[in-house]
C-alpha cells in the first residue's frame, strides 16, 4: 500500500503525459495527413483548358463562387472510382463549381478518359508538370479541395471520395 | 620565358575554376543528399525522400535542386515545403511549443526513473 502511495504522483504524471499524447496524436491518419491549407486562401495559379489551349482559368477567377476542385488523372485508378460521384454533387449542389485538373497526364488521355467515363467538370485545366498540385500540397491523387465564396479552403480530402464522405462532411458545408 | 609564364598563368585558372565548380557542385550534393535525408516521402512507409524513388519523392528531390540552385538554405527550402505540405513532411519536427510535450516527454520520463532509482538506492 505504501508502495502504491508512493509511485501515485508518477503513475498521474505518465497518465497525464498519456493522454495528452493521445490527444496530439488523436485523428492523424499517417495516409491522410491534415493539409496545412485549411483555411488559408487558395494558391495564385492559372490553368490553361483541357479542350481550349486559349482559354485560362486562374485562382482570382474562383474567388466569388463556391468551387470543389478535384485533381485525376486516366492513370489513377482511385480516381476512376470516385469519378461518378461528381455527377451526384453536381446534382445535389447545383451551383457549386467543379473544376477538374488533369494531373501529370497527356491531354489525350485526359480527353479519352473524360468521354469513357463523362465530364462532370464545369472546367478541366491541365497541369502536366504538377505544378498546381505542388501549390496545393497534393501528394497523390485523387485530391479533392473545396474554396468558399471568400477565396479559402475549407475541406481537402486525399484519397477517392466517398458517398457517406459526401453525405457526412460535404454536404454539410453548404 | 614570357609564353611559358602565360600557360603558367592559363593552367593556374583552370585549376582554380575545376577545384571551385568541383566544390560548390560537392558541396551542393552534400546539402542536397542531408536534406534529402530530412524530409518524408508522404506517399512511402518510414521512407526518406533520398532513398525513395516514388513520383513524389522524384518531384521533391527536383524541387530541392532548383531551390539550392536558386541560392536557398536549407531552412528556407524546409520552410518552402512545409508552407505546402505542412511539417508532416519533416522527419524531424521543429522544436515548438506545439510539439513541446513530444520532445520533453522522454527528458520528463528520464528524469523521474532517474529521481526514483536514487531514492531506492538511499533507502537500500
Known amino acids: 500500500m505504501k508502495k502504491v502511495t508512493l509511485l501515485l504522483p508518477l503513475i498521474l504524471l505518465i497518465t497525464v503525459c498519456l493522454f495528452f ?36 482559368l486562374a485562382s482570382e477567377d474562383l ?35 467543379i473544376f477538374g ?10 480527353k479519352k478518359y473524360l468521354k469513357q467515363e463523362g465530364n462532370p467538370y464545369s472546367f478541366v485545366g491541365v497541369d502536366q508538370e504538377g505544378k498546381i ?20 479552403i475549407i475541406f481537402k480530402h ?6 457517406k464522405i459526401i453525405d457526412d462532411e460535404i454536404t454539410k458545408l453548404f | 620565358m614570357k609564353l611559358q609564364n602565360f600557360f603558367k598563368f592559363l593552367l593556374f585558372i583552370f585549376f582554380i575554376t575545376f577545384s ?25 512507409q518510414n521512407q526518406s525522400v533520398y532513398d525513395s524513388d516514388s513520383d513524389f519523392a522524384k518531384n521533391i528531390k ?4 532548383e531551390k539550392f540552385k536558386e541560392g536557398l538554405n536549407e531552412k528556407e527550402i524546409k520552410d518552402f515545403l ?22 520533453v516527454f522522454p527528458f520528463v520520463l528520464l528524469v523521474l526513473s532517474m529521481l526514483i532509482f536514487i531514492r531506492n538506492l538511499k533507502k537500500n
Request: aromatic letters at 16%; a positive charge; proline letters at 6%.
Open chain 2, 82 to 103: 512545409t508552407k505546402r505540405y505542412g511539417e508532416y513532411i519533416l522527419l524531424k519536427p521543429y522544436f515548438s511549443s506545439k510539439n513541446l510535450l513530444l520532445w
Open chain 2, 62 to 65: 527536383k524541387i530541392v535542386k
Open chain 1, 133 to 152: 498540385a505542388f501549390e496545393f500540397g497534393v501528394f497523390g491523387l485523387p485530391e479533392t479541395y473545396i474554396i468558399n465564396n471568400k477565396g479559402k
Open chain 1, 21 to 56: 499524447l493521445l490527444f496530439i496524436l488523436f485523428e492523424k491518419d499517417p495516409n491522410n495527413p491534415p493539409s496545412v491549407l485549411l483555411n488559408k486562401n487558395l494558391p495564385l495559379f492559372s490553368s490553361v483548358n483541357l479542350y481550349n489551349d486559349k482559354e485560362y
Open chain 2, 20 to 44: 571551385y565548380t568541383s566544390f560548390s557542385k560537392d558541396n551542393i550534393n552534400d546539402r542536397y543528399k542531408k536534406l534529402t535525408l530530412e524530409l518524408r516521402c508522404m506517399t512511402c
Open chain 1, 101 to 110: 485538373i488533369s494531373y501529370k497526364d497527356k491531354p489525350s488521355d485526359s
Open chain 1, 158 to 163: 486525399a484519397g477517392a471520395l466517398t458517398k
Open chain 1, 63 to 97: 474567388k466569388d463562387k463556391y468551387t470543389l476542385i478535384n485533381f485525376f488523372a486516366s492513370w489513377c485508378a482511385p480516381c476512376k472510382a470516385e469519378h461518378n460521384l461528381f455527377f451526384e454533387i453536381k446534382k445535389e449542389i447545383p451551383d457549386l463549381f
